[in-house]
């Protein structure tokens, strides 16, 4: 049985038009609160014609709302376009308007409500844009990792969310956090939709990888309802004949978690440091945290954290060559309750540190929705996608 068309997909054979995704803002924005403004652009000619998507609202945009998801900047007009906006829009897709964001792209929640999980968080930072794709009001938005902030909210909100190989997708006009961790991606309702959209902006497709998956035998220290659905998961990718076995990843691997939190914050500290003598606690009780605590890492301990890094990503690269996919949770566990926190990392920071493709696609489960991780070499982005889609298909 053929698995379900994705709203993109539906876009692209002309099924679906942008007053399918302008009703879905209409009836549900009041309840999930995704965006900051909607204000719809004309679409343009290419392989992405007549397919609406909304930009995380940390990229400047001309003529419309660019607040960085702070009332610092209530108001705020952007001025240019950013490059990836242009970009997207140069192959024809159809700019609705900027979702909300964390404060600054850190800790400090967005309004946004999580349209498959009520009560609980839709995670952050790129909050809007995972619960826009979830309600149906984008066939696919852009958002930003730095730890987590793609796989985790897509994991949250039940939606596929892929982060590229580090540098792949332009950042310029794009507000910067950690410069040697910050990524742009995106998010689609199905793992296919995906493949369809970096295909459609002229990456090459690929066949994909011989279906053998490590499952690290690290702790990543999941929580019980995640480890049921990733054994389940397992079980279904046999039985599809992926080749699954537990191994250890790399020595110098178990290092990348604590160097990219010292990089984040000390990068993350002296990109708002003057926005942060200027407004103190304003700016974000979480972020002013981070830049207290960021702007006393000596320069040492930094560059000892790029140099675990960078040993890291050597290790996985000769590790990716025995082993050409790794699995694991997408996050610790289901969506948190409540909106005060936005749910943790850990599961993502690491493939964000080495700069690898990571994706992530929901899993079939009863109540809050929860992800599969899985990544690749770096360089390998279309060939995780079509692994991504016979997963996808599997489970």
Same mark, same amino acid.
């Given at each position: 049985?053929?698995a379900p068309?994705?709203?993109l997909?539906r876009?692209?054979?002309?099924e679906? +038009?942008?007053?399918y995704?302008l009703?879905?803002i209409?009836?549900h ?7 900051v403004a909607?204000?719809? +652009? *004309?679409g343009?000619?290419?392989p992405?014609?007549?397919v609406?998507?909304?930009?995380k609202?940390?990229f400047? &945009?001309?003529?419309?709302?660019t607040?960085?998801g702070?009332a ?7 001025q /240019?376009?950013? $490059?990836l906006?242009?970009?997207l ?15 600054f792209?850190?800790?400090d929640?967005?309004p946004t +409500?999580?349209?498959?999980?009520? !009560? +609980?968080?839709?995670g952050g &930072?790129?909050?809007?844009s995972a ?5 149906h ?5 852009v ?8 796989l985790?909210?897509? &994991?949250?909100c039940g939606?596929c969310?892929?982060?590229?190989t580090f540098g792949v997708?332009?950042?310029?006009g794009?507000? *910067? ?5 910050d ?5 689609t309702?199905t793992a296919?939709?995906m ?9 090459p497709? @690929?066949?994909p990888p011989?279906?053998r998956a490590?499952i690290?035998?690290?702790?990543f ?7 049921l ?9 046999t039985?599809?004949?992926w080749h699954i ?6 020595e110098p691997?178990a290092?990348?978690?604590a160097a990219? /939190?010292t ?6 500290a002296?990109t ?7 407004? !103190?606690a304003?700016?974000g009780?979480?972020?002013?945290a981070?830049?207290e605590?960021g702007?006393a890492?000596p320069e040492?301990e930094?560059g000892? $954290?790029?140099a675990a ?5 050597? @290790?996985?690269?000769m590790f990716?060559?025995?082993w050409?996919?790794?699995? /694991?949770?997408a996050?610790?566990?289901?969506a948190?309750?409540g909106?005060?926190s /936005?749910?943790?990392?850990r599961m993502?920071a *690491?493939?964000? !540190?080495?700069g690898?493709p $990571?994706? &992530?696609i929901?899993? *079939?489960v009863d109540g ?8 690749a ?6 060939a995780l ?5 016979l997963? !996808?298909?599997a489970?």
């Open positions: 049985m053929p068309c994705g709203t997909e876009c692209l054979r002309g679906l +038009r942008a007053d995704f009703g879905n209409e009836e924005e009041a309840r999930v609160n995704a965006w909607a204000a719809p +652009r *004309p343009g000619d290419g992405l014609a007549g609406p998507f909304g930009v609202d940390i400047e &945009s001309a003529g419309m709302a607040c960085y702070s610092l900047f209530a108001g705020r007009m952007g /240019t376009d950013a $490059a906006i242009t970009q829009c140069s192959y024809g897709a159809q700019l609705l308007g900027k979702t909300h964001t964390t404060a792209a850190y800790y929640p967005a +409500r999580n349209p498959k999980a009520p !009560g +609980r968080t839709p &930072s790129s909050s809007g619960a826009a794709v979830a309600a009001m984008a066939a696919f938005t958002g930003t990792q730095t730890q987590g902030s793609i985790r909210p897509a &994991s949250f939606v969310g892929f982060k590229p997708l332009t950042l310029e794009a507000l *910067p956090f950690a410069p040697s961790l990524t742009a991606g995106f998010f309702e296919r939709d493949q369809l959209l970096w295909c459609a902006l002229g990456n497709a @690929s066949e011989p279906l490590i690290p035998t690290m702790d220290d999941a929580y019980e309802p995640m480890t659905a990733l054994t389940a998961a397992v079980e279904r990718l039985a599809a004949g076995r537990s191994a250890a990843l790399p691997f290092e990348a978690r990219v /939190t990089i984040n914050r000390y990068e993350g002296r708002h440091e003057a926005l942060w003598r200027a407004h !103190g304003a700016i009780a979480k972020l002013a981070l830049v605590e702007l890492i040492e930094y000892a $954290a790029l890094l960078a040993r890291a990503r050597e @290790s996985m690269e990716f060559e025995r050409p996919l790794v699995l /694991t949770p996050a610790p566990g289901r948190p309750k909106y005060a /936005t749910g943790n990392p993502n *690491p493939w964000t !540190g080495i690898v $990571a994706i &992530s929901p899993m *079939p809050p929705p929860l992800g599969l991780q899985l990544t070499a770096r360089g390998r982005d279309a996608l079509a692994a991504a889609v997963a !996808g298909r489970l």
